[in-house]
């Protein structure tokens, strides 16, 4: 069984900073994109951002330039680097991973279970 686990969620202070961090465990064969979304209450959920397995990225407008994601591949981990954080990022955090258990099968879309980030003073 394949398992994604987020971790490094809290509370912090309008301009703060917090490191979101993301890991696959299991049995799979390989994992393609991986990438980071968000949940507000009474919101839709959200893409924040994608990396590839060369490090690619991409960035939702409301992040670029505030948040920073890497990836170490051999370690089927991510991270996600928030700084300057502000009230409208409140949300839960998914990490979002394709996943292929075997090769040449069609990735599978797996799901963290979420990671709370609260900014408020």
């Known amino acids: 069984q394949v398992q994604v686990v987020e971790s490094g969620g809290g509370l912090v202070h309008p301009g703060g900073a917090l490191n979101l961090s993301c890991a696959v465990s299991g049995n799979f064969y390989k994992i393609f994109v991986m990438a980071w979304y968000r949940q507000a209450p009474g919101k839709q959920r959200e893409l924040v951002a994608t990396i590839t397995r060369d490090g690619i990225t991409n960035y939702a407008d409301s992040v670029k330039g505030r948040f920073t994601t890497s990836r170490d591949t051999p370690k089927n981990t991510i991270s996600l680097q928030m700084d300057n954080l502000q009230p409208e990022d409140t949300a839960v955090y998914y990490c979002?991973?394709?996943?292929?258990?075997?090769?040449?099968?069609?990735?599978?879309?797996?799901w963290g279970q979420g990671t709370q980030v609260t900014v408020s003073s």
């Open positions: 979002n991973a394709d996943v292929s258990l075997v090769p040449r099968s069609i990735p599978d879309d797996l």
